[in-house]
């Protein structure tokens, strides 16, 4: 029997579909051949996952299992090399994520729904209360505001964090607008919180500055989309 051709990782980028006309993927140290499938016919699964890579932690997110390579035809072994983006991070972190594979790639995604949820919802409550009257609606809206004001902080501490791990804390566009938007939110965030706390007379008092409070708020929806499509520009790149 022949030995498997073995993979280095810049082997198995090229078959891509485009620098090579196959397309192969790696999963827990075998390379698969997937150039015969129709869903990988653009070297692109799903617009997510991109052929001539190692699908090793993303399956674990995938609504089926490691089965569907009994339908594709081996290729060879990747070669057992470390990942030169594992060079900068220290060994205790690298042993705990292969206990916990979650904690390398997930901590930021996971939280930033938590504020995108609140910051959207700010502004319809408060826009509830001015259609009903109700006063129970506005302090719902200040409540949101504040755990929008905390969700964000912990999302903007995982946020360098995943950074720094699995994109080596490169620069690109993507990155920058979120960075620029994130920053802008918390302080529009800070600022509706300190105006409404030093305002306590509800939203649409007789002197009228407080309808400026309530547009402040409704700039969080459109910061929250901003981020949310830029940030869903890096998770499906195509």
């Known amino acids: 029997m022949s030995p498997k051709r073995e993979f280095t990782r810049?082997?198995?980028?090229?078959?891509n579909a485009k620098d090579q006309p196959t397309v192969y993927v790696a999963h827990e140290g075998k390379v698969y051949d997937v150039s015969q499938s129709k869903?990988?016919?653009?070297?692109?699964?799903?617009?997510r996952h991109a052929g001539g890579t190692d699908l090793s932690g993303e399956l674990k997110?995938?609504?089926?299992?490691?089965?569907?390579?009994?339908?594709?035809?081996?290729?060879?072994?990747?070669?057992?090399?470390?990942?030169p983006m594992d060079e900068k991070v220290p060994e205790?972190?690298?042993?705990?994520?292969?206990?916990?594979?979650?904690?390398?790639?997930?901590?930021?995604?996971?939280?930033v729904h938590f504020p995108i949820a609140f910051c959207m919802a700010v502004p319809l409550f408060n826009l509830l209360y001015?259609?009903?009257?109700?006063?129970?609606?506005?302090?719902t809206a200040f409540h949101l505001l504040v755990l929008g004001i905390l969700g964000m902080a912990v999302s903007m501490m995982t946020g360098p964090y995943t950074w720094w791990l699995n994109y080596g804390a490169r620069m690109n566009q993507n990155i920058a607008v979120?960075?620029?938007?994130?920053?802008?939110?918390?302080?529009?965030?800070?600022?509706?919180?300190?105006w409404r706390l030093s305002r306590p007379e509800l939203l649409v008092a007789a002197?009228?500055?407080?309808?400026?409070?309530?547009?402040?708020?409704?700039s969080y929806p459109a910061l929250v989309t901003v981020l949310g499509w830029f940030g869903a520009k890096m998770t499906f790149p195509s």
């Open 10 to 15: 810049e082997d198995l980028k090229v078959h």
């Open 39 to 47: 869903l990988w016919k653009t070297g692109t699964h799903m617009k």
């Open 61 to 83: 997110a995938a609504p089926h299992g490691p089965e569907v390579f009994a339908r594709v035809a081996e290729a060879g072994v990747m070669k057992a090399e470390r990942d």
């Open 92 to 111: 205790f972190l690298l042993q705990l994520f292969a206990r916990v594979p979650m904690l390398r790639r997930h901590p930021h995604p996971m939280t």
């Open 130 to 139: 001015l259609f009903t009257g109700e006063v129970s609606f506005e302090g």
């Open 178 to 194: 979120k960075m620029g938007a994130s920053s802008l939110l918390f302080l529009l965030l800070l600022a509706g919180f300190f």
């Open 207 to 218: 002197d009228g500055p407080s309808w400026g409070y309530f547009l402040l708020t409704c």
